[in-house]
């Protein structure tokens, strides 16, 4: 698997561990008389927004990012890793210092019971707003971009940083398929696992996402 690069890979996982992600996705398989239709209606929601975006991406931003000296990325991608490593150190920084605030998680739960039983446009637009990648889309692009892919290079790529950014959804929902009252006890019990625990394992990654994006683009700036 030499085509996914560490940078990537942390990237996928910062996306597929947000706290918020996961929580809108196990509410949407908790809430609602049709777990499964909602589920897999907000996951093809989901997947379906972030493949869109990467095959806009491919013809607006291409190899725009690949240097003609790989070891050596071009400044403004350098300098886009640097910034990118701040934000985020910062946004960490500020996450951790809040407190956990049960008016906004019972706000997702108010939201979600509105939507688990929508039309199937409704829960597709909530699945494309709500589990989408967010802010990683703009890095994993660089990240790709950066290394100058061949067309299959860039599709498999971004199809796997697709795939993982919301495979705990998918992983779930085929849980709910195979052991629908097992899976249900376990979701339920999640969901209170994620209010407390979800975004310490997401700043971890965060964090190494940081340092990896700030050594490439001091390395970067340096030459």
Known sequence: MGWINAELALTALAAMMSPTTLTFSVLALVLGNRPKRTGLWFYLGAVGATLAIGVLAAFLLGDRAASSTPSQ????????DVVAAFVIVV?????LRKPQNPERTESMVAQMSKIADSPIVAIVGAGAALANPGGFIPIAL??????????????????????VSVLPLAVALLMLVVAPTWTSRVLLAAREWLVRN????AAVILFLLAA??????ISGLAH
Request: glycine share 2%; charged share 20%.
């Open 142 to 163: 660089k990240e790709i971009s950066e290394r100058n892919p061949s067309n299959a290079q860039y599709v498999l790529q971004w199809l796997f940083f697709t795939f």
């Open 73 to 80: 990325p071009k400044t403004w991608v350098a300098i886009f």
């Open 91 to 95: 946004f960490v920084v500020r996450a």
């Open 212 to 217: 990896v994006l700030l050594r490439n683009g």
């Open 198 to 201: 979800a975004r310490l394992i």
